[in-house]
């Protein structure tokens, strides 16, 4: 296993450019499951969660073919059914099971367990395909949707923490295959749900309102192939602008869309850091000294749960207290406990921390526990004064492409070792 060794208090300078984000990309692969026709999609980041997916398809029976940052992928047969164990190991690979279910009306897969950000449940993924006609069945750990034809229908996926990303993904790509209409209410609103739809309308479906709470698909006999670019992850943007604030830099932030960043811009604004559109760029540069600052996360347009853990590295810099409270995944908050290693003050009330910031962070060794738990450490490491190591690096590279890389160019002092 790999570490990062950070050496701490450099202020970071220069270009980073933004990679494909991993969560439009992982649901448009699953996407080209939908036709036997070739697809291309481009700007899709180097990562292990994508390469996982790419394994999966090609276990479906695709071809898939990968070449700096382009994937092409051509599903002529695909398996209907299989043991396959696949969803417990990435989460995100839940995402088959509307392609699967929309192409070969039945879908079978391993349930998907909880994880260290806390339970990841599915049921309004099946209240969504049971909505469409599907029989759901859930026997040894495996979870079978399977129907005689999908008919369209309304729904409503809203659950106790909002809308679902996935769910919502998963459903709309049943349903492009769907006889009639169906009506998604309480859909996700998030950029990469409308990223999706867009490659599915170009491959021949009817969807309209993505980015809004209703979703129309209209279903269509079949799907063809089609190209796609994937946008630039807003979750890497904002895990770079934040660092740039912690080590007090400037980084030109390349091809990032301010449009799918407001709240986190608003929020980095209020904490007294500058976020300018330069062009197709955003530039990132302190305003002073960092203020405290209250955080709820929320789903689209509210503040990503995906940015919670990075922006508490950053106010554990900003003298005062800073209340951070995660209403989207209730146990994450395994990052506290590392950043405490580090110096930080906080302490968990409920779904709250409560960070009392402003005391200098010193380097320690410290442990990824997850992908955006590891972002963090990575932040706070760049902040310290001192040497970091943080162990278990291999949850960032699930979701941050070349990260060690991206941050010496901008002047950081991080190493990649092998873990001793
Ligand atoms: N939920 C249910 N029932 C469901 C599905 C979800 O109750 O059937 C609940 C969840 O427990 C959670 C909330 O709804 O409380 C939102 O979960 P959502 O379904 O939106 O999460 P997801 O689609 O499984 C995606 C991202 C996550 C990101 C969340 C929230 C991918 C591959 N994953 O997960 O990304 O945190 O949306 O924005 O797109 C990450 O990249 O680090 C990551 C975890």
């Known amino acids: 296993m790999e570490s990062f060794l950070i050496k701490g208090g450099v202020p970071l300078h220069g270009e980073v450019t933004i990679s494909g984000a991993k969560n439009a990309a992982l649901p448009i692969m699953a996407a080209t499951l939908l036709t036997s026709e070739p697809c291309v999609i481009r700007r899709v980041p180097n990562l292990s969660d994508v390469r996982f997916m790419g394994r999966i398809l090609t276990w479906l029976g695709a071809k898939v073919a990968v070449e700096a940052g382009t994937v092409r ?102 349903a492009t295959l769907a006889e009639g209409v169906t009506v998604i ?99 990132v540069r302190r305003n002073g000294r960092l203020k405290s600052s209250d955080v709820t996360t929320l789903p689209y347009s509210g503040f990503p749960t995906d940015v919670q853990a990075q922006m508490m590295a950053l106010m554990t810099l900003a003298p005062g207290i800073s209340i951070i409270t995660e209403r989207i995944f209730e146990s994450r908050f395994m990052h506290v406990s ?17 960070v009392k910031g402003g005391r200098p962070l010193s380097g320690a060794p410290v442990m990824a526990s997850d992908l955006r738990a590891s972002a963090a450490l990575v932040v706070a490491g760049l902040a310290a004064k001192g040497t970091t190591r943080v162990n278990r690096v291999y949850h960032i590279d699930r979701g941050y492409e070349n990260i060690d890389g991206k941050l010496r160019h901008l002047g950081a002092r991080i190493r990649r070792v092998e873990e001793s």
């Open 185 to 283: 209410e309480s859909a996700a609103c998030e950029p990469e749900v409308v990223d999706l739809a867009k490659f599915l309308n170009a491959m021949g479906a009817k969807i309209s309102g993505a980015g809004s709470p209703t979703i129309t698909v209209t279903g269509v006999k079949e799907l063809h192939g089609a190209e796609h670019e994937v946008i630039p992850d807003r979750i890497e943007a904002a895990t770079y602008a934040i660092a740039a604030a912690g080590t007090n830099g400037e980084v030109t932030l390349k091809g990032a869309r301010a449009d799918h960043l407001h709240a986190v811009i608003d929020k980095l604004h209020e904490a007294g850091v500058a976020v300018e559109r330069k062009g197709a760029n955003l530039l």
């Open 73 to 174: 992928v051509q599903a002529k047969k695909i398996k209907g059914q299989g043991d396959y164990d696949l969803v417990r190991k990435m989460r995100g690979s839940i995402c088959i099971m509307g392609p699967l279910l929309g192409r070969l009306k039945q879908a079978r897969v391993s349930l998907p367990g909880g994880c260290t950000i806390g339970p990841r449940p599915i049921n309004l993924h099946l209240k969504g395909f049971a909505a469409l006609g599907a029989k759901i069945t859930i026997e040894s750990g495996y979870v079978q949707a399977a129907a005689k034809r999908l008919v369209g229908t309304a729904m409503f996926l809203g659950g106790r923490a909002g809308s679902t990303v996935l769910g919502t993904a998963n459903v709309m790509m049943a």
């Open 338 to 354: 590392e950043l405490a290693r580090l110096g930080a003050d906080i302490e968990i009330e409920g779904p709250s921390a409560i």
